[in-house]
């Protein structure tokens, strides 16, 4: 059974900084693009950034220079650097992973989120 498995969220204050980890855990055959996504109080889950497997990235506009994501391909684990966090940037982060388990099996992985809170 594939997982994957946040951590690293928690309250900061405005300025500060968090780093987000999500493991990706089971019968892992293959693990393509991972992503981080946001889901802010009464509002839609939104993209963040994604990267693949070769470590090419991309970002939402709005997310540029203050997220940084990363990926260790050896440990299955995506991470999440964010960097002069703003009030308007408390959401739950979710995790997301494109894997191939060792069934042939391919589908779409969300992991449980983990809450970040901007706050002073």
């Known amino acids: 059974q594939v997982q994957l498995v946040e951590s690293g969220g928690g309250l900061v204050q405005p300025g500060g900084s968090l780093r987000l980890s999500c493991a990706a855990t089971g019968n892992i055959f293959r693990i393509y693009d991972m992503a981080w996504y946001r889901q802010a109080p009464g509002k839609q889950r939104e993209f963040v950034a994604g990267?693949?497997?070769?470590?090419?990235?991309n970002y939402a506009d709005s997310m540029k220079g203050r997220f940084t994501i990363s990926r260790d391909n050896a440990k299955n684990t995506v991470y999440l650097q964010l960097d002069s966090l703003k009030p308007e940037d408390t959401a739950v982060f979710y995790c997301?992973?494109?894997?191939?388990?060792?069934?042939?099996?391919?589908?779409?992985?969300w992991g449980q989120g983990t809450q970040v809170t901007v706050s002073s």
């Open positions: 990267i693949a497997s070769g470590g090419t990235t």
């Open positions: 997301h992973a494109d894997i191939t388990d060792t069934h042939q099996m391919a589908r779409l992985y």
